[in-house]
């Protein structure tokens, strides 16, 4: 089986970025990671990219899709993979990569869609939260699910302490999704 080239794409820290790239060293995950493109200048997950030697651009939103499109196309992208990306791909965008992006989302969808979800969570009472793999779709956080890992929500839980254990299922869950979902989509 071939290894897919990714792409990843990210806004934040980069903490499932570190992940994926870890995941791969270790060889659990066939893939090579081709660049990390971001749409903010000064986020974590540029600099991590950078401490790890990988191809890594900050692209402005005025020009995002047109450039990443063209970036990707060049360097044979297989997987588009969304890793805390915040910003909402247009139809014209999905349609240059049907079925082949990903993204992680902080909740057990379709509960808690949107922003901040582990703290949605943490208001709601409920007993349990989670992570989501999901393909990207048109409508946000509705596409076809892939996987989901479940979080109990402890008494003394803050936001803060539900997303941390959120965070570290997350980090296990998506390359594991990423190498099953490449399998399935060749076979
Ligand atoms: C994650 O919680 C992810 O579920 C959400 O954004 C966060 C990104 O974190 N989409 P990081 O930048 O990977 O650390």
């Known amino acids: 089986m071939s290894r897919p080239f990714l792409a990843i794409l990210g806004s934040g820290k980069g903490s499932n970025f570190e992940a994926i790239y870890r995941a791969i060293q270790q060889e659990k995950l066939k893939a090579e990671i081709k660049l990390v493109i971001s749409d903010v200048a000064d986020a974590g997950i540029l600099q991590k990219a950078e401490q790890f030697h990988v191809p890594h651009f900050f692209i ?21 993979i969304l890793a805390g990306f915040m910003r909402i791909l247009s139809p014209n965008f999905l349609a240059q990569f049907p079925n082949r992006i990903l993204n992680i989302h902080p909740s057990l969808l379709p509960q808690f869609p949107g922003k901040e ?3 949605k969570a943490w208001k709601s009472g409920k007993k349990e939260t989670g992570c989501t793999v999901h393909v990207v779709a048109e409508k946000v956080d509705q596409g076809e699910i892939l996987a989901q890992e479940r979080v109990i929500i402890l008494p003394h839980d803050t936001p803060e302490s539900l997303h941390q254990r959120i965070q570290q299922q997350e980090h296990q869950l998506y390359s594991e999704v990423i190498q099953a979902y490449w399998e399935q989509i060749n076979r």
Not at 60 to 80: M, S
């Open 60 to 80: 402005q939103a005025e020009k995002f899709e047109k450039k990443t499109i063209a970036l990707l196309q060049k360097l044979q992208v297989d997987l588009v």
């Open 117 to 119: 979800a582990w703290e």
